[in-house]
């Protein structure tokens, strides 16, 4: 292990041996992170090794693994977490250090701390390679949109502003209103830290858009509409979402029309965020009505595909369909191999820190759903999986406020709001 000192707080190092991470504490530090995927070589501990390590010996963990060509900037923020977050001093390492030291530069030049010369003069003085983070800036600098994302770690969703930057303008996809089954509550945490980054970039909302309607968060379309005055939208098969579940929330009284948007898309439809072209595709099989928003080379998958280390959505709800959402998959990965893939959600597998960005090349070259499978064993690896997950928790409550743009239910007389469910309606119950 060669240790590097970054900052007064920072330092980085090749992976450490179990013996030099017992050793860590004694020399003052308080965090360890991993900034390596699982697996690289069959001699390195790996995360669970580490974690149980860290624990055993009082420091504090995280799991952040990057490669050096698939950096995001939810690494970056993520690494600048557990630095910042952690009382004490920090280790971090990869196998060489090199990707601990990006995440480190790259943060600290997207927060202005430090200029691309000053990066080069800072490997110059600390021997340490700052290729990575240059070269990342640079393809960070030349890309539009930006895309901003939010996650939401109660329904490890991703909500995004999108924005475009000649022009100021943005839309917001996927916003989540927060509510806690257990007391009832509502609350706009989500939704307001959107409003506060669209106010402090000095941003003007024109779109506020949704995919699909979600089954395991409300929407925050009508709210934000309500404070930025943008439209709303959604794909137009929405009315078929609508129909169903009319049918089983026994509903007749439900606009089954799409009146509760302003804008209903349909698929190869055009649109623009600021001077930016954005195009609808249809991707059904999660449900009828899912759409991907292709937003110059930003593709705002949402549940169709997750990140490559975690496959993709399920296909069993109401009108969903395995063999559907492969065809919608395959059109998704006919997008330019460098399209930027937004996933809507992210299950934190082996607890690593939230990520959401991808890329088409990386989609098909690593995803085990997709790579090497055909669409048989794709259908069958669904219907598998699928047959072992619970329902979400907030499928009834979210759906019934979502096939109404995001509004929830009218007061009644007392000026009370309230949900309805149906018993014994859904397939899928899990009871252990
Ligand atoms: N435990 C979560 C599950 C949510 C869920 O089912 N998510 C859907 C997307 S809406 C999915 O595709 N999940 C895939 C998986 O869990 O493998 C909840 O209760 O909200
Ligand atoms: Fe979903």
Redesign the pocket.
Known sequence: MHITAISEKLSVSSQPSMEDIRSLRGKGFTTLINNRPNDEDPAQPGTLAEQREAKHCDLSYAFIPVTTSTITEADVRAFQRAVNGSEGLVFAHCKTGTRSVSLYLIGEALDGRMSADEIVEFGRSRGVETGVAAAWLKRHAARRPQVKGFFDKR?WSVQYVVSDPATRVCAVIDPVLDFDEKSGATATFNADAILDYVRDNGLTVEWILDTHP???HFSAAQYLKERTGAQTAIGEHVVDVQKLWSGIYNWPELATDGSQWDRLFADGDALKVGSIDAKVLFSPG?TLASITYVIGDAAFVH?TLFMPDSGT??ADFPGGDARVLWKSIQEILSLPDETRIFTG?D?QPDGRAPRWESTVAEQKKSNPHLAGVSDEEFVALRAR?DRT?PM???ILHALQVNICGGRLPEPEANGRRYLKFPLDALQGAVWE
Do not use: V
Request: proline share 7%; hydrophobic share 25%.
């Open positions: 329904t979600h089954a395991d999660h549940d959505a399920r959600h299950y999986r997950l979400p928790k907030l």
